[in-house]
């Protein structure tokens, strides 16, 4: 899930060299912080020891993985990415949102036990 992030951190952060300049910072900068805040995330909840504080920082890094992918979603939209790229980025984002809401799952399973 931490590679997964990385990785799509990586993209983002090739997609934005991409944009005009005079999107870079507003539009840019906004995609890239979403998607570094998945990454930190991922790694904060992980290092939790309980499973509430886990799945706190587990949320956060959801609604920052879903603000990423809104902004992707503006990019496509004003064609500033081609739909491959699009395409691309909503693969890597779902298979994050997946793996983030398979693992809350299982934190839900063993506070049910």
């Known amino acids: 899930m931490y590679k997964d992030a990385k990785e799509l951190l990586s993209f983002v952060i090739k997609l934005v060299k991409k944009l005009p300049k005079e999107y870079r910072f507003e539009i840019g ?14 790694a904060e909840g992980s290092a939790r020891r309980s499973d509430k504080e886990m799945n706190r920082f587990f949320n ?7 603000e990423a992918l ?21 693969q ?9 809401g398979g693992f809350k799952k ?3 399973m063993n506070h049910e036990q």
Not at 29 to 42: C, D, G, H
């Open 29 to 42: 900068s906004q995609l890239i912080r979403a998607a570094l805040s998945v990454v930190f995330n991922i």
């Open 60 to 66: 956060i890094a959801l609604g920052s993985l879903h």
């Open 70 to 90: 809104a902004v992707i979603d503006i990019l496509r939209s004003g064609d500033f990415i081609t739909d491959d790229e699009f395409t691309m980025a909503f």
């Open 92 to 100: 890597k984002i779902d298979s994050i949102d997946n793996q983030l």
């Open 106 to 108: 299982k934190l839900t």
